[in-house]
């Protein structure tokens, strides 16, 4: 607003120019701790951001190291399983001498020792009827 075409009072004019430059000063302000706001938050889940990636990629080694035991252990697994386990069932069903029970009662109580950490005494004492004797 220039003074000439302007009807207002000159001190009119200055009382409202200073209040739409205090007005600008107020907005200028707000949006400049809205933007440290924002800028801390950006810092903030930065942080998060790496922190979360770096424990991901840690979990993805440990998943793969512990895939390549699992295998190597199932290698094993089937190596002993294969090579003794055929042999023994397929040959030996009469009573070992001094035991009451038969090698392929004693070879599925072992089994389950070694697989599944089952050492229960009684868990093979009807294998003639069971449906994994039923199934060779």
Not at 89 to 95: D, H, M, P, R, Y
Not at 97 to 109: A, D, F, W
Request: glycine share 2%; hydrophobic share 25%; charged share 35%.
């Amino acid at each position: 607003m220039s003074q000439e075409k302007s009807k207002m009072s000159v001190s009119r004019q200055i009382r409202y120019f200073r209040k739409t430059r205090d007005n600008w000063k107020q907005n200028a302000a707000k949006k400049q701790l809205k933007i440290r706001e924002y800028e801390q938050t950006i810092r903030s889940l930065k942080i998060s951001r790496n922190n979360w990636k770096t424990r991901a990629k840690e979990a993805e080694k440990r998943v793969k190291e512990l895939e390549k035991k699992l295998e190597k252990q199932e290698e094993k697994k089937s190596k002993i399983s294969d090579s003794s386990s055929s042999e023994i069932v397929g040959k030996n069903l009469a009573q070992v001498k001094g035991h009451h029970y038969k090698v392929q009662t004693i070879q599925v109580s072992v089994q389950q020792v070694l697989e599944a950490g089952n050492s229960n005494p009684w868990s093979c004492q009807n294998y003639e009827n069971s449906f994994f004797f039923a199934s060779r």
